[in-house]
């Protein structure tokens, strides 16, 4: 067992969309050097500045890189490290080195952060090995429990970066099974829409051949039904197709829509209380997109009363444009830590309002309280 999980560990993967350098980088460098220069001013301890620059270069400059080549960054800091320690253990050089060379432990943390298994392992070696020459063979001498403390700092770095990488990790997957499961909650409700559809134009079909030879006129009115109703069931199988991921047998149930939304209000004698307007035309809404509708008020809904700190109302607007279906809900209580902004849930309704071709946002209000949106096509037009 333990020779697989250090298989498994060497086989271990770069992460996936490492971030690119950005301005807190160029900072982070910008404040180490000034830690650095005015090291190099104050104090009269220090060895011999031309290594003390290298050393800082050595440390510095890699720090740009530490996660897009974090083996890299490492191997080129180490070894000119101890490249340094043996210009000093040859030269009989004294004095301390910069107290901001201690940035070689985010080099470190990065390594086991963004790198894969073999480098991380590969880097450790190396970083055990520098510890191992300094702490018996340096040129200042080192303590035992300076030498443990050594050990310890460098390896709670690489343990803190394994840990957050591997929570980052669980909530990649975590956010990956929760549009999963609203991809199929969608596919669900479509499946059933379509076979109400196909139900209709079998319906008409059987009623159309029954009058054609006495009421031929009838037979073309079923036909422009049967046309209606097969080209409603075409656009809802191509958005099938779009969110189906798994097939699955599903039972046929009439899904709510825009209407069941209403059923949210309530009559004030719980809170916070719910106030439901709607407004617009909704005839020929997609169905999809009127079970997306309600799915998200009541999602929304849900949320607030769980996590709207002191909210006393909550008001769902649902308005229909002529070419889009507007839903907002806002309520009235603590924008302040009232709402998890990284939930599971709020992924959920991010995912079926972009499978349906929509927009979804979720933040503090201007005034107070939170608010949630989601605008949607009528039709609902999958990406």
Known sequence: MAANALRSLWAEPRPANVPDRGPLDWALVAVLVGWS????????????????????????????????????????SIGTLAIVDIVRILTGSRGAMLNSSLAVLILTYALFRWGSGREAASGLAGIL????????????????????????????????????????????????????????????????????????????????????????ERAFEALAVIEDAATRTLTELRAIVGVLRAAQDTEFASQPGVAEVEQLATDGRTRPRVEVTLFGEFDDLSPAVGAAIYRLAQESVTNARRHARHATQVTVAVTGDADRVRLTIDDDGSAVGGHAPGGYGLVGMRERAALLGGTFHAGPAAERGWRVEAVLPRTGTPR
Not at 47 to 59: K, T
Not at 60 to 74: D, H, I, N, Q
Not at 167 to 191: M, N, T
């Open 37 to 76: 220069v005015l090291e190099v001013v104050l104090r009269r301890d220090l060895a011999p500045l031309p290594l003390l620059v290298i050393a800082a270069l050595a440390v510095l400059g890699p720090l740009l890189w530490r996660r897009t080549y974090p083996l890299v960054a490492v191997a080129v």
């Open 129 to 216: 090995l520098w510890l191992a020459l300094i702490t018996t063979h340096g040129a200042d001498p080192t303590s035992t429990a300076e030498a443990v403390a050594g050990y310890s700092f460098f390896l709670f770095a690489a343990a803190l970066g394994a840990a957050i990488r591997y929570r980052a990790r669980i909530r990649l997957r975590d956010i990956d099974q929760a549009k999963a499961r609203e991809r199929e909650l969608l596919a669900r409700e479509l499946h059933d829409t379509v076979a109400h559809h196909v139900s209709g134009i079998a319906i008409q079909a059987q009623a159309g051949r029954a009058i054609a030879a006495s009421h031929p």
